[in-house]
């Protein structure tokens, strides 16, 4: 079981490499103007602004979307480590050698929920408040967590049409003397 925890977490590291590489790609076309297939790599690298590019968006629970609606992928890493909530106001600084950097410059208004951790459909979610919320497999591999364990999650004060939550801890029951 721990090797299919490891393959799903390789699986969703590469997931998110080869969206970061697309994104990066269709934003250096962007920014020349051209397609990322005409430029080379030598133009790519002379042309680039010495400052970065900065874009602002909104976390959906999985990407960043900018004013519009062009889609970011936010590393699952950065998300549950910054336990970010969908709503959550964050900056993208995409950095003279292409790499994008995070910053959460906005959090939304936070309520905490207690639910139980569910495997269905090869996603996670956490049944808590009578709703089903879907949460990232790097938070439930952080916490080593399996079904029918007891989590805290977080979502926005007005969950409204929200599909995600972040793992903020694990509940660790007493053990029985």
Known sequence: MADKNKIEVVKQLLETATANLASA???????LGTSFDDVGLKVVGSDLKSEGNVIEGIFDGQNMLDKDGKKYPVPANYASKSKLVTGDVLK????????????????VERKKLIGTLVHENDEYKVVAGGRSFKVLMASVTYFKLHPGDQVTIMIPESPENVEWAAIESAVIAPSDI
């Open 25 to 31: 790609k269709q934003i250096l076309g962007d920014l």
């Open 92 to 107: 993208l600084t995409i950095q003279d050698d292409g790499s994008f950097v995070y910053k959460q410059i906005g959090p």
